[in-house]
């Protein structure tokens, strides 16, 4: 039998260990949900740098994620025009299909959030595969470099790469215009790394989630699996010199860290993946 006072130390003791298992220095969790933002097909990838017998895959998934920390909602890359979406295989050029089947709008929806609870939208850059549902996030802070910003925002008439149409909406939104790296939150767990090459200011997303481990999200640094391991540079990149620079850049990062690297496009890569509802923590 225990005495009245061992029992007293003994919950003592749990009280204490408890307040340690939920202590102020465990970091509150964080969420990352890829959603289905689309898919693209195209007959002839010689336009990404590789000649059509290098790689057999002319398949691309186009995701959306959403990155969701204790302090804010962050939209990552905005996938297809949810116009598209339930029309079947669309037209995007001779020889390039395009196909939405259920919007990010919905996808959201499953997880609880509505596009008013989207704090922040940072796009890897502004084409039309990843900024296709940006208006539809009226109040979201929009991150953006300063070189997008001003190719695709100020100066898109000059920029046949980008259509404006897409994310018009954006420019009132309140943004935050970078000039290089950003972390997102202010504890280093979400930071976006200046990227340029593909376009202006494209940029990629690090997030170093408990128990996923690190990780980058490509944006367009790389389409295919082949043009990372031969450094391919599309031939309608705005700058193959600075592509070439940021790929090595990512690279070393990546093997500093041990950070895992999705290649956002990577159809077999897709398939493997938990979409959302279900989530990386
Ligand atoms: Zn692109």
Not at 10 to 21: G, P, Q
Not at 140 to 155: H, P, V
Not at 221 to 242: D, G, K
Request: one cysteine or more; proline letters at 6%.
């Amino acid at each position: 039998m225990k005495t009245a006072r061992q029992c007293i130390l003994l919950l003592v003791v749990a009280t204490f260990l408890s307040a340690c298992v939920n202590s102020p220095d465990t970091e509150p969790p964080l969420r990352l949900y890829v959603m289905d933002c689309g898919s693209l097909r195209f007959d002839d990838v010689t336009s990404f740098g590789l000649t059509n017998d290098e790689t057999p895959v002319r398949e691309m998934f186009v995701p959306c994620y959403l990155v969701d920390h204790p302090d804010g909602q962050l939209l990552w890359d905005a996938g297809l025009d949810p116009a598209i979406v339930g029309q079947g295989d669309v037209e995007l050029q001779p020889g390039a299909l395009m196909r939405y089947d259920r919007s990010v709008i919905d996808q959201l929806a499953d997880i609880g959030y509505s596009p008013a609870d989207i704090d922040l939208i940072a796009l890897s850059h502004l084409h039309f595969d990843h900024a296709g549902a940006a208006n539809y996030f009226p109040v979201a802070r929009l991150l953006i470099q300063d070189t997008e910003y001003r190719a695709g925002f100020l100066n898109y008439a000059d920029n046949p790469i980008f259509n404006y149409d897409y994310y018009r909406e954006l420019a009132d939104n309140p943004r935050l215009i970078l000039e290089g790296d950003h972390d997102v939150f202010g504890d280093g767990r979400v930071r976006i790394m200046s990227t340029p090459g593909h376009t202006p200011g494209h940029q990629v997303l690090f997030l170093d989630l408990e128990e996923t481990g690190p990780l980058v999200l490509s944006g367009d640094l790389y389409h295919f699996r082949f043009s990372r391991t031969h450094h391919r540079v599309p031939v309608f990149n705005t700058s193959a010199e600075q592509t070439l620079e940021s790929m090595d850049r990512v690279e070393a990062f990546l093997a500093e860290t041990g950070a895992t690297f999705w290649i956002e496009h990577d159809s077999e890569l897709a398939k493997t993946l938990k979409l959302a509802p279900s989530f990386y923590d």
